[in-house]
């Protein structure tokens, strides 16, 4: 090896994209530590208080493309206070002082302001992409930096975020001047867009293949874009409320006709269901659908628009599309891999329309199926172990059933061997999340079966202490764990310590750790950070070691306590 | 009836369905979604009849709900108030409309108030809002007095038209049955209610 010059290593080392086996390279030996931190263009950083940027620039400095991850996934669904941290300027700042031609930013369940994303677009000349999803913190204002000062400009997507929305003008800040964008969503903007400069955008954007609109574009603008991009791939409707008799009606039809080449299709965040028709020549050629912001389709109409699309493979839906709905999806989605089932109503008096019926037909009849996301009214360990049987291909199996202790309705059992037959057959399954009645036996069961597993969702399960060890004994690869509501306490936590610097993060909420418990961690192990998310401030005045705490979130780090920690945080 | 009556009728009630058996303990909860008297209650879930105590009409009058709506709502009152479950992303209100907004009258309020029915996501948080807002309104009549003494109990039944254009009493169907339905609220007297046979026989509904 010593023999090859070192370009040769580089080139290569060029074709060795994953980000693991880019790691495993850098451990080899100094040379290669070496040259692989020289030519490292893609970084990801899972946990943004894992490294700090000065570490990330001193070992990278040919960083084009830089990934972070901010808040705990529990933040989705309101665990984590707004203001916990994961923000992003330290970021920005540091890179945008470094000589780091940063190309591409990436950010998931971050705090992202306005003079982050000012400071973004001023800072480096080659920028072409911003992707942000759960976000927060940023206006309109911020977009119209990015817009106005980023010239090469190719891909603005925004996922999920929480925008103040200052109406409109942003859109306009695109210079005549660029026309290299390829990707544009701003779906989840509840404001007014400027149409006009919407339309004069992407009339000037040869290259756009995915276009996703807001609730505020009409469908006579959806038309008029759809003239001008007929070469769109991924296609978000935002408005699809129109008179099935009219002028507009019928010229989107012939827009439609022209665009062959869509695969993606979405939104649809207000929607007329008696008008689906001019678009049913796109479902054939469908990969990906996702009707979960449509509760206006359902019954029949809906039924009868998936029996279009043959080809699809990723499915997003509500749960309003029923057992029946899910029926016909197996007997027309036999390329399926991915099927995510939203609660329509998920505060509501037991309405879902979705039970286990619906998930053993879909299994049936995709065979492909391997990542699940289902909401439903109840489950039965007969159809689980059916699931299993059908389906042994699963990476991703999550399921929540709406009532979190519901066991077996059928059997009035708890959910344990049906749980236990997904891991047992399913091999290669990364991702399960559970519900429903739980006790320490299932818990027993991924710890002997679910070795690949590398994210556990736990919540109002198990009955001691056993659970938590037999997942932190048995399951090697565990990245993330989180859970809360459960009998775990400071026995389980203590057990193995060193086994959390093998993992990205643990969360703990409401369950029987102690401050006691997590001041022995924090001592033990000086790579991690243990925190300790005390909102209502009971630890102030008390800060009693047998207290129990109430949300506990612990992460490994390379560079100690963080600074920007809010007053109600305590890192112990 | 006087509120003395009413509230031991509910209380009598209350021990004879024995809520204690349909409470589900939860360990160290942060606090419930939804209170309406600011507190959390740890350890366990609250039953609908603490939770829901409105105050309306003059002098801080109890008003107490009709009993159906105690009925039917129970069941979803108890998925509303752990916080963070379901695990469904609070951004993505999937089956949500922009927004819904009613007008709500109250009988003898001299005018009327207009509420947003897409924010909240049960009949509990609709009831406790409407207490907020109008027991403001009866704060203000006694200019300098922010204690509001304890007098004969007026009660008010919640009703709503309907688009069929028919007079309802809330609580009966799903929720988001009724946000979808519900064209304007008004919080009737009993008085009035009384001929009508509502507040007398406890309606339990098929569906609980």
Request: net charge neutral; glycine share 8%; aromatic share 8%.
């Amino acid at each position: 090896m010593n023999y090859f010059p070192d370009e040769v290593l580089e080139h290569v080392f060029d074709f060795i994209t994953s980000h693991k086996d880019r790691n495993s390279v850098s451990l080899v030996c100094k040379s290669w530590y070496k040259i692989e931190r020289c030519s490292r263009q893609r970084v990801f950083i899972g946990n943004c208080y894992s490294i700090s940027p000065e570490r990330l620039i001193a070992r990278f400095p040919g960083l084009k493309s830089l990934t972070l991850k901010g808040k705990p996934h529990f933040a989705d669904f309101n665990l984590v206070p707004h203001d916990w941290g994961g923000f992003v300027y330290p970021w920005i700042k540091a890179l945008a002082k470094s000589r780091i031609g940063l190309e591409e930013l990436r950010l998931k369940r971050m705090v992202v302001s306005d003079e982050s994303l000012e400071l973004l677009s001023k800072s480096f000349v080659n920028f072409k992409s911003l992707v942000l999803v759960s976000c927060e913190g940023f206006t309109t204002d911020g977009l119209a930096a990015i817009a106005a000062n980023c010239r090469f400009l190719r891909e603005l997507d925004l996922q999920e975020n929480e925008v103040d929305d200052h109406r409109g003008h942003w859109l306009s800040c695109f210079p005549e001047s660029c026309t290299s964008l390829i990707s544009l969503n701003f779906a989840c903007l509840r404001g007014e867009v400027n149409l006009g400069a919407l339309e004069r955008l992407v009339s000037r954007s040869p290259n756009l293949k995915s276009l996703r609109l807001n609730r505020a574009v009409p469908l006579d603008t959806l038309q008029k874009l759809l003239m001008r991009a007929p070469q769109l791939v991924d296609l978000g409707i935002g408005s699809y409320v129109h008179d099935p008799f009219s002028e507009v009606y019928n010229k989107l039809k012939i827009a439609i006709q022209r665009c062959k080449s869509i695969r993606s299709l979405s939104g649809f965040l207000e929607v007329a269901p008696h008008c689906m028709s001019a678009i049913y020549p796109i479902f054939g050629n469908l990969t990906f659908l996702n009707l979960s912001y449509a509760p206006g389709l359902h019954g029949n109409k809906l039924m009868k628009l998936i029996q279009h699309c043959r080809k699809l493979q990723r499915l997003w839906i509500l749960d309003c599309i029923g057992d029946k709905g899910l029926g016909v999806v197996a007997l027309t989605c036999k390329e399926l891999q991915e099927l995510r089932v939203f609660p329509s109503d998920p505060f509501g008096a037991g309405n879902a329309a979705v039970t286990e019926e619906g998930l053993v037909l879909v299994s049936a009849g995709c065979p492909k199926l391997n990542s699940l996301l289902y909401f439903c009214q109840q489950m039965t360990n007969a159809a689980l172990i059916t699931v299993a049987k059908n389906c042994p291909n699963f990476i991703r199996f999550r399921l929540c059933i709406l009532d979190p202790i519901k066991p077996d309705p059928v059997t009035n059992q708890p959910l344990d061997e049906g749980f236990g037959a997904i891991v047992q057959s399913c091999k290669g399954l990364k991702r399960l999340s559970l519900s429903g009645l739980l006790t320490d036996q299932v818990f027993l069961y991924i710890g002997m079966y679910a070795e690949q597993l590398e994210m556990l969702s736990i919540a109002f399960a198990a009955d001691s202490d056993k659970g938590m060890l037999y997942v932190l004994n048995g399951c090697k690869k565990l990245r993330k764990l989180e859970i809360r509501d459960c009998p775990f306490g400071d026995a389980a936590l203590l057990e193995d310590v060193g086994k959390y610097e093998t993992m990205r993060s643990l969360w703990m909420s409401s369950c029987e750790v102690t401050l006691g418990g997590c001041k022995s961690v924090a001592e033990k192990m000086p790579s991690l950070n243990v925190e300790i998310i005390d909102e209502c401030e009971q630890m102030e005045f008390n800060l009693d070691d047998k207290q129990k705490v109430d949300k506990m979130y612990l992460y490994r780090t390379l560079v100690g306590h963080r600074k920007d920690a809010p007053e109600y945080v305590l890192i112990l | 009836m006087s509120s003395e009556n009413g509230k031991r009728l509910l209380e009598t009630d209350a021990g004879g369905l024995n809520f204690e058996a349909t409470e589900l303990t939860l360990g160290l909860p942060g606090e419930p979604r939804v209170t309406s008297d600011g507190g959390a209650k740890l350890g366990s879930k609250r039953g609908f009849s603490e939770t829901v105590d409105l105050k309306l009409g003059d002098n801080n009058q109890e008003v107490k709900l009709g009993h159906s709506l105690q009925e039917a709502a129970k069941s979803p009152v108890s998925k509303t108030q752990v916080v963070g479950w379901p695990p469904v992303r609070g951004f993505a209100r999937r089956g949500k409309k922009s927004c819904k907004y009613v007008k709500v009258a109250v009988d003898g309020a001299p005018y009327l108030r207009k509420v947003d029915l897409e924010i909240y996501n049960s009949y509990q948080q609709l009831l406790t809002s409407l207490e907020d807002m109008f027991s403001c309104f009866t704060i203000r009549n006694y200019l300098n007095e922010k204690k509001i003494d304890q007098v004969n109990g007026i009660e008010y039944m919640p009703t709503y038209e309907d688009k069929d254009g028919d007079w309802m009493l809330v609580g009966d169907v799903p929720w988001q049955m009724f946000v979808e339905s519900c064209k304007r609220l008004r919080l009737m007297k009993s008085s009035e209610a009384v001929g009508l046979g509502l507040k007398t026989a406890p309606k339990y509904s098929s569906t609980n």
